[in-house]
């Protein structure tokens, strides 16, 4: 089974929020907005993964004085495919669920600041902190400065 | 006259591979009545295994596509044993060559 990395929870966490707090005043209906977000997110991150994946094999092959191409004929890559999947999956359901959970809860604002979605990403701050055993304090007002000045970008871009 | 019955492999693999895996994968294969893989050089990336395989008619290809498939290498065959019984050779005959 393959191993799920934590960084792609965060990543897809904080990519889809931020990237639905400043396209969400230019893109307004929400489910356009979450469906471009979590197919985008998906792809790319299965690409990424499984270019990692290519890597290594192409690694293997040298180490083990293979020609190039020789491991793509073999079980290892189906299973880094296999893998890249599961990562780019993983990857699209945390987008999904932080980007609709923006764009539901963005009308609610103080100035141009959605409160919900900024409270949110502060809390996951503070989680993401504990992780590391970093200040937690520190990481809620960093994730909450990020998504302020995302939903800025959004505010202004929303004028153009 | 009989088919192969004792076959040493020299083989290397990648590291992350489970030996634990392919012995029983290769146990599976047409002819294989018992597989003994031996680890004989480990390094950061690559395991050097010794693969003794006997069993009565085994099929050599379907070992070789097991260990392939699996992103190993063969170095080299070390030993092949074929006929009615396993015909073991005299010590004493390569000490003096």
């Known amino acids: 089974m393959a191993f799920i990395e934590g960084r792609y929870l965060v990543l897809g ?8 707090l ?3 005043e230019t893109i307004l209906n929400g489910i356009r907005l979450v469906i471009i977000v979590t197919v985008i997110n998906l792809v790319t991150a299965f690409m990424a993964e499984y270019i990692e994946e290519r890597a290594s094999l192409r690694h293997i092959e040298r180490t083990l004085l293979m020609k190039s191409g020789t491991l793509l004929r073999t079980s290892l890559h189906k299973r880094a495919i296999y893998d890249a999947l ?5 990857f699209g359901v945390v987008s999904f669920i932080g980007s609709s959970i923006t764009a539901l809860s963005m009308s609610i604002k103080v100035l141009w600041i ?6 949110i990403l502060g809390v996951f701050g503070t989680l993401m902190s504990r992780y590391f055993r970093g200040n937690a304090i520190l990481w809620f007002a960093l994730y909450m400065i990020l ?14 | 006259m009989g088919g192969i019955r004792r076959v040493v492999l020299d083989v290397d693999i990648p590291s992350n591979i489970s030996t634990v895996e392919l012995a029983e994968k290769l146990g599976r294969v047409s002819g294989v009545k018992a597989v003994n893989i031996t680890v004989t050089d480990t390094d950061v990336e690559v395991l050097g295994l010794i693969i003794v395989i ?8 379907g070992v070789k596509r097991i260990i392939e498939d699996s992103g190993g290498a063969i170095r080299s065959v070390d030993q092949v044993v074929v006929g ?3 015909l073991e050779i005299n010590p004493q005959l390569i000490r003096e060559r």
């Open chain 1, 13 to 20: 966490f904080l990519d889809s929020v931020l990237t639905t």
């Open chain 1, 22 to 24: 400043i396209l969400g």
């Open chain 1, 86 to 90: 599961i990562e780019g999956f993983v």
């Open chain 1, 114 to 119: 959605p409160v919900i979605p900024i409270s």
């Open chain 1, 147 to 160: 998504g302020i000045t995302a939903s800025f970008i959004g505010h202004i871009l929303s004028g153009f």
């Open chain 2, 54 to 61: 006997e069993g009565d008619g085994v099929d050599y290809d």
């Open chain 2, 84 to 86: 009615e019984y396993i």
